[in-house]
Every structure is written in C-alpha cells, then in structure tokens.
C-alpha cells in the first residue's frame, strides 16, 4: 500500500527501500506535529530508512523499524499518522530480501541507492574511445594500462573514490562496458 | 442519570453515561497516564499517554475524551501492548527532549520524569535529530526553555482560557515548536505575566525566573537589613511543597522557617492587605458619594492590570489607584517602618513571598516605588520559598509554630481572605459597611461573592444604598464584565477582579500539582477553605480594627485617602498596545 492506495506500476529499476522514504518524506512533511507518534515516530522512522539506504543499517533495525510502524499506526491521532507507515511495511512484507541486500550486503539491487552503488568498466568490452572520460563531470575517468585483444586503445577505468555517481559515463557508453551495482 | 454496567480490566462496574473512561478509570482506583489533558481547557487527546482497549473499537482509543455511551462496554487499560505502546511513546518523548533532568527545575516534580520511571524507559532506544531552540529569558517573571517542551499545549490552552493567547503552536510536523507570533520573545507580546502557563507545565519548559540566589545574597550580606513579607495565601499552599494535604494551613511554621531562613524582620503581607482595603474602601466611598468614575474596579492583581492595560486601555480610569497589598506593604516598610526603627531605607532589602510570578513585574514597574527606590526589592513565588527551605535544609514539616514581627505582625480575617476569589470584595464591604454605617456590624460575611463560579454578583443594602456588587476571576471571565462595562450596560458599582482562575491561591507561582491530582480534585476549592478557616479564628476580622492598621493611621498616614497615604499607597497606570 502505498500513499492514498492508487495503482502504481514500478519494474526492477526502482528500489524499495528509496520507494517508501520517498513516500514517508512526504507524511513527515505533512505532519501537522500534534500527536507524539506521528510527530517524531515518522522522523525517527524516515531517519532509520535512511541509514539503511546508506548502508548503515542492521539487521536488527529492520524488526525496530517494524516495531515502530505498528507504533506509530495504532497510536496515531488521526488518518495520516495511522496510514503513514503502510509504504514500509508493504515492502517490508513483500521486498523483505531488498532490504536485507542493503543491510547485510550493502547493495541495492535496483541500483538506485547511490551510497550503495560503484560504477565499473568493463575493460574487456571498452574499446577505450574516451566519451566516458569527456563525459565525467568530476574527471574522474582516465585510461589504464589495459588493452583488451582486438582492441587498439587501452580501456578507461573509474577511479571511484572520487566518483559522484551521476551515471553519465553509462548513459554515453554506446558499447555497454559501464556498469554499476 | 443513566448508570450503564462496565467492565474495566475483567472487573464488574458501574458508571454514569457519558462518563469519559478517564474519569470512570479514576473512581475506582485507576491512574491512566496522561501528558495533555487538563480537564475542560485542553481535552485534545494529543500525547497517546492514555490510550485504552475498548473491545469493539476500531483501535486503541484516548481515555481523556472518550466517552462510555454502550451498556457493557469492555475497557483495559494494563495490557502488555498498552503498557509497550505507552513506554514507546515516552521514548520517543525523550529522544527529541534535553534530558538534562539533574540541573532542571522541575526535578522531583515532573511528570514526564515519574512516567519514565513508572514504565521503565530506555533513553537512548530512539535516536535521531533533535530540535534545538535558545531559552526565551527575555521577561522577569519566567523563562521558556523549549528543549524541554514535549507539545502537550496545555500552555497554549491556559493562556487561551485567560483570553491573552500570546503563545501557540509555530511551524508543522517535527519542527513545531510553542512560541509567540513570528518567533517574538515574550517581552514582545501582550503576555500579562500571569505564570498559569507555568503551573500547568508538565516539564521544565516553562519555569518561574528563579530569584532565589539575590535573596540567599541579600541575607549573607551584613551591610543589609533584610525583610520578608509573606502574601495572604501563601499560608495556605506552601504545606503541598514539603507533601502535606491540600488546603493546610502553615502559617506558623512558614514564620518560624523564615525566621531560620535568617531574614531580619518577617511581616504578614496581610497588613498590607488591610491596609489596601483602608485605601480602597475610602476610595470606592469618595467615588460613590462625589460621583466618581463607576464601576471601581479592584486593583490588587498585577496580571489583571497588564491585562486591562493591554486589552482594555480605555477602562484605565475605572481601577481603583490603591496600589496592590505587596507594594503597599514595601512602600510602608521602606517608610514607615525605617523611620520607626531607625533604619536608611537604602539599606532594606524588601522581599515579597507571593502566589504569583506577575509580582515579578509589578515590582519593577513606573510609577511604584520613590526616591529611586523600588518598594519591594525582590519577589519571589510560593515555589521559589520551599526551593529556599529545602535548600538551607530546614525540616519544614517538623517546625514549632512561630510569630510574625511587629510592627506588621497582625493581619486582620479580612486580609487573609484576599488570597481566594471574593476576598477583596468581602474584606471591603467589611470595611465600607461599617464606615458608612458608623457601626460595628455583626453580620458581616458576604457568602454570596464567596465559591468558584465564574462571575458572582449580589447586590447589599450598606446603609441605605443599594451597592451592585461583581465578583470574578480569570481573564477570560473578567472580559465580559469588561466587555459589558464598554458597552454601557454595566450595572455594577465595585468589581474585583483577579487574574487566576480562583484568585491567589491558584496563582502561576502557586505549587505545582500534577495533572492526575488537577483534573480531578478542585485545588481553588481547597486552599480557599483553608483560607476562610484562617478567618473565621483570627480575633480581627475586619481590616480597620487590626491595631496595627489603627497605629500606623494614627502615627504615621494620617487617615486615609490623605496626602501622605495618595503619594505613599497610590499609583497611576499606562495604556499599553496588543502588538
């Protein structure tokens, strides 16, 4: 269940765990702060679904996180507080691997979670022609000693400390040798 | 009356329909927690403290405002999940709160604190960001620190009671926070001063500025002479600070507690409060037979006066100028009593024991005080006296019973009434019918302007004039007797007013009862009692035949509504705006 209940058709390219922070920001946002629970229950859950979205998060944290959403929806004054945790705890219930891929792997497996993502080249594959490197706005794409057989320039590599994670290098790659995850 | 059958935990009971499951929770026995209710001021249902069972409902339910209509209604309030739900509220409570319990005012006397301890909470199980404001310290008598504030809004519906509405709640979500318009500090806004913020709070986040460290200065310093005087109702609330009963009455070991405390002289406020009634009665007497400005309106209760100033500026004229009983009581100890004891007034240090924080302000304000000298130097709260007390380790309940000093030693029955609703007005016409009269009248209790309505009114035949008398208090009241006075449809002559709800002893620097005893048990009714008790077995009970009243008539002021009494007792008042 998410937000007011309307159908929304999402495919592997989106991430659970971002989906409902996304849709928490905006009950945190609209909460009017009256009641205790919807006040600084959904605060405090916005905040855990962030840690676990930047790979801070444990095990144990998912069971408080579900703890704290039947918290805040028996105790909630009114309909938004009460409705508020039902995006975490459908895909609790039914992406719960999603979110064990954050925490336990620190990896999100739709490649959204931008703290959890390194961006990649495949040597093999790149034929070294450079849009990658004039592409990165952090210059931070520079060749490698590589030459992949068959190939006549050496294949770039990512330096990925200094990397943003914009995903240019993989939008302009027309040989499919970027890749992230 | 319909008495519906319930059940509450698996036990059989009866209630009266419509009874809230609070209420019905409290008679037999039960205390269900609560952070926002006060009973019939703030019944929003906000803080999730007191959710119950109901089988049946959809969901946990909030006790505080919900009403048993259904014959056999099944209510638990102690299961495990209510219990985990209550404990996980308080949790989160505590990760947006400072936590600094040991250095807070209100430690001991907190409700937050005795809920954790009641549910064994974990301070540290939710933690997160954490709003932080700057302490409000911008007004004499309190001081808002809102890193302690837990947004029950029981502030923000005692100040709407008083029709003064100066704080509410700013920004949405968990960025709220209770403050002024526009973010404004206290001394900004039409605040009248009157603390019942304060008494309400169940925190510390708002608190009575604490003058106790110029007193405890004061005394230690032997250039100094340093004295006490203690407001009527005082007597009649400082016993609940050291855990005895509502409505005792400790005026004995109060003197003898001062008297360790180490000021030099301790004097009864209630002198001064037979001295207001000396000034007032002969006032209220001059504007009926000369035709002065009518209704007079009494002039005791400093929170009233910033209220009139501020709201109803245009009513100025209809205050009485009798200065209130605490400046009256500093004026004539930096006077009279200096004189008479050989003392430079420059080196008395007056401090005013008083129900209120608004004293705080009065002291200080124009037009009070003279030769560069203010009448009361410090006034500290009922509150701020038990701090002392405990402080200097004096076992206030195990005292002798002690005396008050010449030459302000004797307070009259009518002094000491001033202190509930209606004292004033009955003090005066005490006064009053006896002058007009020249007799001594042996009727002379008015019940009809005693009790806790919210406007009294009677009208008494003194000496052949038919005087309409009001009596009310809160602000809330009092604007419509005000509202009727601007229209011109005022029948009345004499109006006291008092800015508490119940007057002085439900003051905003009274003791602080939390909300489980409030809402259930009528404070004002209480201490009031303990009041008119006091009354009923003083030898004087009328302000002009205190002896002490006579002598300083006779030595010093003259009479009264003499010159010396106008320059001395008297004040003048300013319009103030809203904004």
Redesign the interface.
Same mark, same amino acid.
């Given at each position: 269940m998410m937000g007011s209940g309307g159908l929304i058709v999402m495919d592997e390219t989106t991430c659970m765990v971002d989906i409902a922070k996304f849709f928490l920001e905006f009950t945190v946002d609209e909460s009017c702060g009256k009641c205790t629970p919807c006040r600084i229950g959904t605060k405090r859950l916005l905040e855990m679904l962030d840690k676990i979205t930047k790979g801070q998060g444990t095990l144990e944290m998912i069971d408080e996180m579900e703890e704290l959403c039947y918290f805040i929806k028996a105790n909630s004054l009114c309909g938004l507080g009460q409705t508020a945790p039902n995006p975490v705890l459908s895909t609790l219930r039914y992406f719960r691997d999603e979110y064990i891929a954050h925490v336990v792997d620190h990896k999100c497996p739709a490649g959204v979670c931008k703290d959890l993502l390194e961006f990649h080249i495949d040597k093999d594959k790149c034929i070294g022609c450079g849009m990658c490197a004039r592409k990165c706005p952090v210059s931070t794409i520079h060749p490698s000693d590589y030459i992949a057989p068959g190939k006549k320039k050496p294949a770039y590599q990512i330096d990925t400390s200094k990397c943003v994670k914009c995903g240019a290098c993989i939008d302009n790659c027309k040989f499919g040798a970027v890749s992230k995850g | 009356m319909e008495m519906l059958n319930i059940k509450i935990n698996g036990k059989d009971y009866s209630v009266e329909k419509n009874t809230t499951i609070l209420e019905a929770c409290h008679q037999f026995g039960i205390k269900v927690p609560t952070l926002c209710y006060l009973k019939d001021i703030n019944e929003? !249902?906000?803080? =999730?403290m007191c @959710?119950c069972e109901v089988k049946g409902a959809r969901? @946990?339910v909030?006790a505080c405002v919900y009403p048993i209509e259904r014959e056999g209604t099944e209510i638990f309030t102690n299961t495990p999940q209510i219990r985990k739900?209550r404990k996980? /509220?308080l949790e989160? @409570?505590l990760? /947006?709160h400072d936590k600094k319990c040991l250095s807070c005012p209100r430690n001991d006397n907190c409700e937050l604190q005795k809920l954790c301890l009641e549910y064994g909470v974990d301070e540290e199980k *939710?933690q !997160?960001?954490e709003t932080k404001y700057k302490e409000d310290k911008s007004t004499l008598h309190l001081v808002r620190n809102n890193n302690k504030c837990? @947004?029950c =809004?029981r502030c923000v519906a005692a100040c709407k009671n008083q029709y003064v509405s100066v704080i509410g709640?700013n920004? =949405? !979500? *968990?960025?709220?926070a209770i403050s002024c318009a526009f973010d404004q500090d206290l001394d900004q806004v039409s605040c009248v001063s009157c603390g019942q913020c304060t008494v309400v709070c169940p925190t510390g986040a708002l608190v009575e500025r604490d003058d106790t460290a110029k007193v405890f200065e004061a005394i230690a310093d032997p250039t100094k002479h340093v004295v006490v005087h203690t407001a009527p109702s005082i007597r009649a609330t400082l016993g609940e600070c050291f855990g005895m009963p509502i409505g005792s009455n400790v005026t004995g070991k109060m003197a003898t507690a001062l008297h360790m405390l180490g000021f030099d002289k301790v004097f009864d406020t209630n002198f001064g409060a037979d001295l207001t009634i000396m000034e007032e009665g002969t006032e209220f007497i001059h504007r009926v037979k000369e035709g002065g400005t009518l209704p007079m309106i009494t002039s005791c209760s400093p929170g009233w006066i910033k209220f009139c100033e501020h709201y109803y500026p245009d009513l100025i004229p209809h205050l009485s100028t009798c200065k209130s009983p605490q400046q009256m009581q500093g004026a004539m100890i930096k006077s009279y009593y200096a004189e008479k004891a050989g003392i430079d007034p420059k080196d008395i240090v007056v401090v005013s024991v008083m129900p209120c924080v608004a004293k705080k302000f009065e002291i200080k304000r124009d037009n009070q005080g003279r030769d560069g000298m203010q009448d009361n130097d410090i006034s500290i709260s009922t509150r701020e006296l038990a701090k002392m007390i405990k402080t200097a380790g004096i076992q206030f309940t195990e005292l002798e019973d002690g005396e008050f000093d010449p030459i302000m030693a004797i307070g009259s029955g009518a002094g000491t009434i001033f202190g509930a609703s209606g004292g004033v007005m009955e003090a005066a016409l005490r006064t009053v019918a006896d002058i007009l009269t020249g007799e001594d009248l042996a009727e002379f209790e008015y019940k009809e302007v005693r009790g806790m309505d919210d406007v009294k009114e009677a009208t008494y035949n003194v000496a052949g004039i038919d005087v309409n008398v009001a009596v009310t208090s809160g602000l809330k009241n009092a604007a419509k007797l005000l509202d009727e006075i601007r229209a011109g449809k005022s029948k009345y002559h004499f109006i006291e007013v008092m800015c508490c709800p119940g007057g002085c002893i439900n003051g905003g620097g009274q003791p602080i009862q939390p909300g489980h005893v409030r809402n259930f048990v009528d404070l004002r009714e209480k201490r009031a009692e303990a009041l008119y008790d006091d009354d009923r077995h003083l030898p004087f009970r009328k302000s002009h035949d205190n002896p002490e009243i006579k002598a300083i008539y006779d030595e010093y002021l003259g009479e009264p509504g003499s010159h010396k009494a106008h320059e001395l007792l008297h004040t003048s008042y300013v319009k103030r705006k809203k904004y």
């Amino acid at each position: 269940m998410m937000g007011s209940g309307g159908l929304i058709v999402m495919d592997e390219t989106t991430c659970m765990v971002d989906i409902a922070k996304f849709f928490l920001e905006f009950t945190v946002d609209e909460s009017c702060g009256k009641c205790t629970p919807c006040r600084i229950g959904t605060k405090r859950l916005l905040e855990m679904l962030d840690k676990i979205t930047k790979g801070q998060g444990t095990l144990e944290m998912i069971d408080e996180m579900e703890e704290l959403c039947y918290f805040i929806k028996a105790n909630s004054l009114c309909g938004l507080g009460q409705t508020a945790p039902n995006p975490v705890l459908s895909t609790l219930r039914y992406f719960r691997d999603e979110y064990i891929a954050h925490v336990v792997d620190h990896k999100c497996p739709a490649g959204v979670c931008k703290d959890l993502l390194e961006f990649h080249i495949d040597k093999d594959k790149c034929i070294g022609c450079g849009m990658c490197a004039r592409k990165c706005p952090v210059s931070t794409i520079h060749p490698s000693d590589y030459i992949a057989p068959g190939k006549k320039k050496p294949a770039y590599q990512i330096d990925t400390s200094k990397c943003v994670k914009c995903g240019a290098c993989i939008d302009n790659c027309k040989f499919g040798a970027v890749s992230k995850g | 009356m319909e008495m519906l059958n319930i059940k509450i935990n698996g036990k059989d009971y009866s209630v009266e329909k419509n009874t809230t499951i609070l209420e019905a929770c409290h008679q037999f026995g039960i205390k269900v927690p609560t952070l926002c209710y006060l009973k019939d001021i703030n019944e929003i !249902g906000a803080c =999730r403290m007191c @959710l119950c069972e109901v089988k049946g409902a959809r969901g @946990l339910v909030a006790a505080c405002v919900y009403p048993i209509e259904r014959e056999g209604t099944e209510i638990f309030t102690n299961t495990p999940q209510i219990r985990k739900y209550r404990k996980m /509220n308080l949790e989160h @409570l505590l990760s /947006n709160h400072d936590k600094k319990c040991l250095s807070c005012p209100r430690n001991d006397n907190c409700e937050l604190q005795k809920l954790c301890l009641e549910y064994g909470v974990d301070e540290e199980k *939710f933690q !997160g960001e954490e709003t932080k404001y700057k302490e409000d310290k911008s007004t004499l008598h309190l001081v808002r620190n809102n890193n302690k504030c837990i @947004l029950c =809004r029981r502030c923000v519906a005692a100040c709407k009671n008083q029709y003064v509405s100066v704080i509410g709640a700013n920004n =949405r !979500g *968990f960025d709220t926070a209770i403050s002024c318009a526009f973010d404004q500090d206290l001394d900004q806004v039409s605040c009248v001063s009157c603390g019942q913020c304060t008494v309400v709070c169940p925190t510390g986040a708002l608190v009575e500025r604490d003058d106790t460290a110029k007193v405890f200065e004061a005394i230690a310093d032997p250039t100094k002479h340093v004295v006490v005087h203690t407001a009527p109702s005082i007597r009649a609330t400082l016993g609940e600070c050291f855990g005895m009963p509502i409505g005792s009455n400790v005026t004995g070991k109060m003197a003898t507690a001062l008297h360790m405390l180490g000021f030099d002289k301790v004097f009864d406020t209630n002198f001064g409060a037979d001295l207001t009634i000396m000034e007032e009665g002969t006032e209220f007497i001059h504007r009926v037979k000369e035709g002065g400005t009518l209704p007079m309106i009494t002039s005791c209760s400093p929170g009233w006066i910033k209220f009139c100033e501020h709201y109803y500026p245009d009513l100025i004229p209809h205050l009485s100028t009798c200065k209130s009983p605490q400046q009256m009581q500093g004026a004539m100890i930096k006077s009279y009593y200096a004189e008479k004891a050989g003392i430079d007034p420059k080196d008395i240090v007056v401090v005013s024991v008083m129900p209120c924080v608004a004293k705080k302000f009065e002291i200080k304000r124009d037009n009070q005080g003279r030769d560069g000298m203010q009448d009361n130097d410090i006034s500290i709260s009922t509150r701020e006296l038990a701090k002392m007390i405990k402080t200097a380790g004096i076992q206030f309940t195990e005292l002798e019973d002690g005396e008050f000093d010449p030459i302000m030693a004797i307070g009259s029955g009518a002094g000491t009434i001033f202190g509930a609703s209606g004292g004033v007005m009955e003090a005066a016409l005490r006064t009053v019918a006896d002058i007009l009269t020249g007799e001594d009248l042996a009727e002379f209790e008015y019940k009809e302007v005693r009790g806790m309505d919210d406007v009294k009114e009677a009208t008494y035949n003194v000496a052949g004039i038919d005087v309409n008398v009001a009596v009310t208090s809160g602000l809330k009241n009092a604007a419509k007797l005000l509202d009727e006075i601007r229209a011109g449809k005022s029948k009345y002559h004499f109006i006291e007013v008092m800015c508490c709800p119940g007057g002085c002893i439900n003051g905003g620097g009274q003791p602080i009862q939390p909300g489980h005893v409030r809402n259930f048990v009528d404070l004002r009714e209480k201490r009031a009692e303990a009041l008119y008790d006091d009354d009923r077995h003083l030898p004087f009970r009328k302000s002009h035949d205190n002896p002490e009243i006579k002598a300083i008539y006779d030595e010093y002021l003259g009479e009264p509504g003499s010159h010396k009494a106008h320059e001395l007792l008297h004040t003048s008042y300013v319009k103030r705006k809203k904004y």
